[in-house]
């Protein structure tokens, strides 16, 4: 494999052909197993058989063996519940069985346990896009729970998640009443996003879309206590991961 940023000619049907660029194989490296290959090819202008080359060549090598490294069960639970079994084998360079294997074993590990900022973190991050039963998965706790805790933050599924699972047909959303317009504008500049989204029964996702249709900004006061608390939080995260 020698990629270059040059040398792409495109095909008579309007495709990318030749060698890939490094930008090209970086940005397949971050959607392989999120995206599905058509998606991909799309994408990158490539047809799905020279994405399913690379696919081949980049993530050819030996298969490892041995312990399971913490940076490896990070990537696992990345890929959980986006992707199945054999391409997450792929990526980690594990065979499928030792993934199945880790897997049942991540899923032994739910129970009750009180929540952290760094767990707040990734709720956020995979409960829109990921089915509640493998979020549990992802961060050991029971389905309820994670339930429970999302709707206190407003969280929500996302709409391709929902279509994607649901009958095919456009997920629609509650249209914005002119009141709600006017309280989120008076709101917005200071307030923190789940509390208007309380306020509002609405998901975080929904004010934050709505505030920027709308090109609402945050005051410089909000912004300054906004960079506190994500110091907090990281400090916060760091300390639990020295724990």
Same mark, same amino acid.
């Given at each position: 494999m020698t990629p270059t940023n040059g040398n792409q000619q495109p095909a008579q049907n309007g495709k990318r052909k030749g060698r890939?660029?490094?930008?090209?194989?970086?940005?397949?490296?971050? /959607?392989?197993?999120?995206?599905? $290959?058509?998606q991909i090819a799309k994408e990158l202008n490539r047809t799905v058989q020279s994405v399913?080359?690379?696919?081949g060549k980049v993530f050819e090598g030996e298969l490892k063996i041995g312990p399971w490294t913490a940076k490896e069960i990070r990537e696992l639970k990345n890929y959980f519940g986006a992707a199945d079994v054999d391409i997450i084998a792929r990526i980690l360079r594990?065979?499928?069985i030792e993934v199945g294997r880790k897997i049942m074993e991540l899923q032994g590990h739910i129970r009750e346990r009180p929540w952290t900022s760094k767990d707040v973190q990734q709720l956020k991050r995979f409960f829109g896009t990921r089915d509640s039963k493998d979020v549990s998965v992802i961060l050991g706790r029971p389905i309820?729970?994670?339930?429970? =805790?999302?709707? #206190? /933050?407003?969280? *929500? =599924? $996302?709409?391709?998640?929902q279509r994607r699972r649901g009958s095919g047909a456009p997920v629609r959303m509650p249209r914005w009443r002119p009141e709600e317009i006017e309280l989120l504008c008076k709101l917005?500049?200071?307030?923190?996003?789940?509390?208007?989204a309380t306020r509002l029964k609405r998901t975080v996702k929904s004010v934050v879309s709505k505030a920027h249709d709308l090109k609402l900004?945050?005051?410089?006061?909000? /912004?300054?206590?906004?960079?506190?608390?994500?110091?907090? *939080?990281?400090? #916060? *995260?760091?300390?639990?991961?020295?724990?």
């Open positions: 890939w660029s490094f930008p090209e194989i970086e940005k397949l490296r971050r /959607l392989y197993g999120f995206k599905s $290959d058509v399913r080359r690379m696919v594990r065979s499928e309820h729970r994670i339930e429970v =805790k999302a709707e #206190e /933050l407003c969280l *929500a =599924k $996302d709409k391709g998640f917005y500049p200071n307030e923190d996003n789940l509390a208007i900004k945050k005051s410089e006061n909000r /912004l300054r206590e906004m960079g506190r608390e994500n110091v907090r *939080a990281r400090y #916060e *995260a760091e300390k639990e991961m020295g724990t």
